[in-house]
Antibody, heavy 115, light 110 residues
Framework: QVQLQESGPGLVKASETLSLTCSVSGGSISRHYWSWIRHSPEKGLEWIGYIYYTGITNYNPSLKSRVTMSVDTPKSQFSLKLTSVTAADTAVYYC?????????WGQGKLVTVTS | QAVVTQEASLTVSPGGTVTLTCGSNTGAVSGAHYPYWFQKKPGQAPRTLIYDTSNRHSWTPARFSGSLLGDKAALTLSGAQPEDEADYYCLLSYNGGRVVFGGGTKLTVL
């Protein structure tokens, strides 16, 4: 059974960089796409982007200028960096397998942007 | 930028049938958009119900079905249960690998 787990700071100051890591277990990170999605009550679900295990990326155009994703295949981890955060970036951040299919999800990490 | 539209809210009676729809401002939704449907309950991660228009995952109850209805994708719930009360999101794929979620439908079972 594939399992994903997000980790990283739960509080980020405005204008700084949000950094999260997703650890994959129970399956290989290779030959799969891996996505980041966030959820807030105001906006619902929002696709942030995905990364292939080779490092190829595709980002949401509305976030592209602030997003960087990376993958560490030996560690079975992939990461998200979102720069210049504002209160609008406060959300639960999820990692998931696929670009879709999004068949396996992490439990989510609440990230709150503070002023 | 593509915009995916869903009903803001719907209500269904226990045991009843309801259809949620998913449209696109770029035109008719087709199988080439590989429509997905997700169920989201408070405090839980989203769960994929339907992929590629009409395929259920092994964990998807048979009372959920997906289809194309006119120029939209549709999720039909037949025989609603109290535990089906949740938010439902559709997702469409576009050229260039872009992926867009709909705004979500809040389904009440009452």
């Amino acid at each position: 059974q594939v399992q994903l787990q997000e980790s990283g700071p739960g509080l980020v100051k405005a204008s700084e960089t949000l950094s999260l890591t997703c650890s994959v277990s129970g399956g290989s990170i290779s030959r799969h796409y891996w996505s980041w999605i966030r959820h807030s009550p105001e906006k619902g679900l929002e696709w942030i982007g995905y990364i292939y295990y080779t490092g190829i990326t595709n980002y949401n155009p509305s976030l592209k200028s602030r997003v960087t994703m990376s993958v560490d295949t030996p560690k079975s981890q992939f990461s998200l960096k979102l720069t210049s955060v504002t209160a609008a970036d406060t959300a639960v951040y999820y990692c998931a397998r696929g670009s879709p299919p999004l068949d396996y999800w992490g439990q989510g990490k609440l990230v709150t942007v503070t002023s | 930028q593509a915009v995916v539209t869903q009903e803001a809210s719907l209500t269904v009676s226990p045991g009843g049938t309801v259809t949620l729809t998913c449209g696109s401002n770029t035109g008719a939704v087709s199988g080439a958009h590989y429509p997905y449907w997700f169920q989201k309950k408070p405090g839980q991660a989203p769960r994929t119900l339907i992929y590629d228009t009409s395929n259920r995952h092994s964990w998807t109850p048979a009372r959920f079905s997906g289809s194309l209805l006119g120029d939209k994708a549709a999720l039909t719930l037949s025989g609603a249960q109290p535990e089906d009360e949740a938010d439902y999101y559709c997702l469409l794929s576009y050229n260039g690998g872009r992926v867009v979620f709909g705004g979500g439908t809040k389904l009440t079972v009452l």
